[in-house]
């Protein structure tokens, strides 16, 4: 079987804007500018186009894995008006101190932990050598770099922020996710 190659995206401060207090409510859903033409341009080389996000507002009985989903589903629906296509959305609403009981594990899939890549990568037979994780904070790199993919920090998000509290090498720093994917991921996939 053919191997594929991925970018991995976070949703919050990456895809979507990411309001304080954890966005959740459809009326706190708004793309980044560019994203949508992104994730395009990724769907027009062939990349599968995965998010991977950590939802612990869950397990702080913020609100539920439903809220999710609804929320998730109107940004497919947002992205296919510019014909954007997501081929998978993994989330994980543990915390190891989570209010709820159910939730409150130290699990595998929370990020940093690569749990919702390695999923990916046996579902879509991914070769993570040549694909691409792009985050707005470390906890997102550090999941990315621990399975050896390439790894992109937007400035976007909690971006900037995370940026001047540098914590590990990040191969590329983009202004927003469409830079990081005409300036890095489609130069880099040549
Ligand atoms: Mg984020
Ligand atoms: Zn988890």
Request: net charge negative; aromatic share 8%; glycine share 6%.
């Amino acid at each position: 079987m053919d191997t594929n190659n991925a970018v991995f995206l976070d949703r919050d401060g990456v895809i979507t804007h990411d309001p304080p207090h954890y966005a959740h409510r459809i009326d706190q859903l708004a793309l980044i500018e560019g994203s949508g033409l992104a994730i395009k341009m990724l769907n027009d080389t062939r990349f599968k186009v995965i998010v991977i996000t950590n939802q612990s507002g869950v397990a702080k009985g913020l609100y539920t894995e439903n809220d999710i989903e609804i929320f998730n589903n109107g940004m497919i629906e947002q992205l296919k008006q510019v014909n954007a296509h997501i081929d998978a959305i993994y989330y994980c609403p543990h915390h190891p101190e989570a209010k709820m009981e159910k939730y409150r594990i130290d699990c595998d899939c929370r990020k940093p932990n690569p749990g919702m890549l390695i999923k990916a990568e046996e579902k879509f037979n991914i070769d993570f050598k040549s694909s691409f994780l792009v985050g707005d904070k470390w906890s997102d790199i550090e999941a990315g770099r621990s399975v050896g993919c390439k790894t992109i920090l937007v400035e976007t998000g909690h971006g900037l922020l995370e940026y001047e509290n540098k914590k590990y090498y990040v191969d590329y720093v983009a202004a927003d996710l469409l830079d990081a994917v005409q300036n890095f991921i489609l130069r880099m996939n040549k």
